[in-house]
């Protein structure tokens, strides 16, 4: 049972241009989401997070939105570089004795010169 | 700041034999974690330490593993003996206590495979 989801396995992109990588997560009791990039023979690297109470957090080119409603996080990258492309994973976590991560199984996305 | 570092990159292993990675999370980071990540799956968490305490081994697939913080500094995770399914990508990720103790940093990872 996945309780954490990202349905598109690929996404590509024109240098420049907005990339949204999108979430879905069926466990209500998420009290934060992260999400994290990775390079190929590297571990995943840490963006950005958002908590529960929040609905939009910036980092420089990075945005996160949450909407707890339908359950549902975006990561928007903007302007997007060729060095963005890597596999994108989202990330919940919950505090029950530890902040264990539940991963989504990422969306690799490809930014074109 | 070194990151979390783990040894060895790479391990080639045969059925039955043992095999323990070692974790060395980032200095002052008393929450430390293990995941794994096998072929064609979503990274699992496998168990959580605070310090040299476990705070929680929910994740770990049998006896066969074992996990260790002596001291509360570096962590090992030993496989005996593996098996075929033991073969994965095993990741370590440390975290500080307090704010933002969520944000949990990773790793390079340990390719392990058993023949």
């Known amino acids: 049972d996945q309780q954490v989801k990202q349905n598109s396995p690929s996404l590509s992109v024109q240098e420049g241009r907005i990339s949204i990588l999108n979430c879905d997560y069926t466990n209500s009791m998420f009290d934060y989401f992260l999400w994290y990039k990775k390079y190929p023979a590297e571990g995943p690297t840490f963006l950005i997070s958002?908590?529960?109470?929040?609905d939009k957090n910036e980092d420089g080119r990075f945005t996160v939105f949450l909407n707890k409603s339908a359950k549902h996080l975006s990561l928007h990258i903007v302007p997007s570089q060729p060095g963005d492309s890597a596999v994108y994973f989202c990330?919940?976590?919950?505090?029950?004795?530890?902040?264990?991560?539940?991963f989504g199984k990422g969306t690799k996305l490809s930014v074109i010169p | 700041e070194a990151g979390v570092t783990q040894f060895p990159s790479h391990s080639v292993i045969e059925k039955g034999q043992t095999v323990t990675l070692r974790c060395d999370p980032i200095s002052g980071h008393d929450n430390l974690y293990w995941y794994r990540r096998v072929m064609g799956k979503e990274i699992k968490f496998l168990l959580h330490?605070?310090?040299?305490?476990?705070?929680?081994e929910s994740g770990m697939p049998n006896n066969r593993f074992l996990a260790e913080r002596t001291g509360g500094t570096y962590s090992t995770l030993k496989v005996q003996p593996a098996e075929l399914e033991d073969s994965g990508v095993y990741f370590c990720a440390s975290s500080q206590v307090g704010r933002r103790e969520y944000e949990q940093f990773f790793g390079p990872g340990t390719r392990l495979t058993v023949l």
């Open positions: 958002i908590s529960s109470i929040k």
């Open positions: 330490f605070v310090k040299e305490s476990k705070q929680d």
């Open positions: 990330a919940a976590s919950r505090w029950a004795g530890s902040y264990q991560l539940t």
